[in-house]
């Protein structure tokens, strides 16, 4: 079945850029997602990118893709406390039955 | 109100006992799913419903069972729970016609079981 990566946990201060790295199995993955989990919540989704994209940016976000290698990232510029979260990648395998698969998560601590 | 209810939140049991979490939802979404997250395990799908009548099995379902009452209901049963089903438990939905092909998943906050 399709595997998602992720490292558990990554520190960053306050301010600086925060780089989230992601790698999956399955080619055929057809969107693939950054979902956040603030402490005590569900989660929500933060952004998507399309498996034929290579790069989206959203405010203070930007997701890179690498089909090739099969590796997702997301870039949070000027990190800030409010930041602080699990951020899980996930992806979408198309075809009949459409499951999302999530990765372990990557806690994020902003140090003031 | 919150669109994905879970009830209850928080539940301590004792090994052997049945329990049920239950899930409601108001956003009018086919598809219902109940996930585990453990800590650096990620979240996994324990069940998964894309309409009334469809009831299917995800990676771990051993040990628990789903009932999909109607469309904005899906709970979790486990029969004789036991100590390594303690975890953090997630009910989620999503929209079959979505923007993302039903990738986006909308979650309740979570049902928190502790087997003693």
């Known amino acids: 079945g399709e595997d998602v990566e992720q490292s558990l946990f990554l520190s960053v201060r306050e301010g600086d850029s925060s780089v989230i790295n992601c790698t999956y199995t399955?080619?055929?993955?057809?969107?693939l997602y950054w979902y956040k989990q603030e402490p005590g919540a569900g989660l929500q989704l933060l952004t998507y990118i399309f498996s034929n994209m290579d790069m989206k940016q959203d405010q203070r976000l930007t997701v890179l893709l690498n089909k090739k290698d099969k590796h997702l990232s997301l870039r949070i510029a000027d990190t800030q406390t409010g930041d602080s979260a699990i951020y899980f990648c996930a992806d979408l395998l198309g075809g009949g039955y459409q499951k999302v698969t999530f990765g372990t998560g990557t806690k994020l601590q902003v140090i003031p | 109100d919150a669109d994905v209810t879970q009830t209850p939140r928080n539940r301590i049991t004792k090994t052997g006992k049945r329990i049920m979490l239950e899930c409601s939802q108001t956003k009018g979404h086919d598809r219902m799913y109940w996930y585990r997250q453990d800590p650096g395990l990620g979240l996994r799908l324990i069940y998964y419903s894309f309409d009334v009548k469809d009831i299917n099995k995800g990676e771990i379902s051993d040990g628990y069972s789903v009932s999909r009452q109607a469309q904005a209901k899906f709970s979790l049963s486990l029969e004789s729970a036991i100590p390594n089903q303690t975890a953090l438990y997630f009910c989620a939905t999503s929209d079959a016609n979505g923007p993302h092909q039903a990738g986006e998943l909308f979650f309740g906050e979570g049902s928190r079981l502790t087997v003693l």
């Open positions: 399955d080619s055929s993955s057809t969107y």
